[in-house]
């Protein structure tokens, strides 16, 4: 199967989201964007690739990211207009724009589906799942306590909600953000994925039953 469709995913920690995107862009034969995108927009930008990651995801204050953190301040050419943070944010936003003019992919996180939202052939998505199924899969896959991944968990949700609300004014996983918000642990990984190929077979290829209108409506 093949697609015309942009294909953005936000995530929650623990959910399985980016193994889907790596997935569902292998099966589709489209390019992944995770990291891969912050190393694009520091080449395009000029900016030092160190600051992307500093800021990755991660909207803080600009005083306190340079004490944190002065190697890489030093790197970013210093304070012209923007703020870093602003500078950073509008070279990734640049960025997933770039790469979905250049045809259909799958992007994660980073606001991409706000950064998308114009355009026509875009299908933005939310995975997420129940806390306890999150736990057993952060604790496994980091080799800790369940304790600390649940830490771990409410930890970079709480960061990753704080970035996409600032810098788009929705909520973070709430159903009305994105045009499907799917639990992740009802169907496991390669369900999820053979959901999402279906809802981009319907939406390319509608069923004419679809496209009429329900009679008692």
């Avoid at 469709?5 to 589709?28: A, M, N, V, W």
């Avoid at 930008?45 to 953190?69: N, Q």
């Avoid at 996983?173 to 994925?193: H, I, K």
Wanted: with cysteine; aromatic share 10%; proline share 5%.
């Amino acid at each position: 199967m093949s697609t015309k469709t942009i294909i953005t995913i936000g995530r929650q920690y623990g959910s399985g989201g980016k193994e889907i995107g790596i997935r569902l862009s292998k099966e589709l034969g489209i390019p992944f964007y995770d990291k891969e995108l912050l190393k694009r927009a520091a080449q395009q930008s000029g900016l030092c690739e160190k600051v992307f990651e500093s800021f990755d995801e991660k909207p803080r204050s600009l005083l306190y990211s340079i004490a944190m953190d002065p190697y890489a301040f030093s790197f970013a050419g210093g304070m012209e207009g923007d703020s870093l943070e602003q500078r950073v944010y509008l070279a990734t936003f640049d960025t997933i724009r770039r790469l979905a003019d250049q045809g259909p992919c799958v992007i994660i996180g980073r606001c991409a589906d706000y950064a998308l939202q114009e355009y026509p052939n875009h299908l933005s998505l939310f995975i997420h799942a129940p806390m306890d199924k999150r736990i057993e899969r952060v604790a496994k896959r980091l080799g800790t306590t369940p304790e600390k991944a649940r830490t771990a968990i409410i930890k970079t949700d709480k960061r990753r909600a704080s970035y996409y609300e600032y810098y788009s004014s929705r909520k973070w996983g709430d159903v009305g953000s994105y045009d499907f918000c799917l639990d992740s642990s009802y169907l496991g990984t390669g369900g999820t994925v053979e959901l999402i190929r279906a809802i981009l077979q319907e939406i390319e290829h509608p069923h004419p039953s679809t496209t009429e209108a329900d009679p008692e409506e």
